[in-house]
Nanobody, 121 residues
Framework: QVQLVESGGGLVQPGGSLTISCAASGTIFRVGAMGWYRQSPGKQRELVAQ???????TYADFVKGRFTISRDDAKNTVRLQMDSLKPEDTAVYYC???????????????WGKGTLVTVSS
């Protein structure tokens, strides 16, 4: 099986910074695109940022210039550096990844369980 485990969430003041990480583990042959989504109460889950296996990045308009996504393929990890945080960034942040498992050819999509980021004074 494959697991995505997020870490690094917590409470931060408006204008502050926080980095969250996600590690993929299990019987992995290859990790494709990785991304971060978020969901706040009463709202649908939305894409925050995504990075392909080639390193190409996509950001939601509401985080452009403030958040930076990066990956370490040797460790199968993806990080989200969040700067200039706003109260409206408060949400549960979920890791997402396309994974090809060992001895398989299918690409399956996996989700982590989420990490809570709270931006408040």
């Amino acid at each position: 099986q494959v697991q995505l485990v997020e870490s690094g969430g917590g409470l931060v003041q408006p204008g502050g910074s926080l980095t969250i990480s996600c590690a993929a583990s299990g019987t992995i042959f290859r990790v494709g695109a990785m991304g971060w989504y978020r969901q706040s109460p009463g709202k649908q889950r939305e894409l925050v940022a995504q990075i392909t296996s080639a390193g190409s990045t996509t950001y939601a308009d509401f985080v452009k210039g403030r958040f930076t996504i990066s990956r370490d393929d040797a460790k199968n990890t993806v990080r989200l550096q969040m700067d200039s945080l706003k109260p409206e960034d408060t949400a549960v942040y979920y890791c997402n990844a396309d994974v090809t498992r060992s001895f398989e050819v299918r690409v399956l999509n996996y989700w982590g369980k989420g990490t809570l980021v709270t931006v408040s004074s």
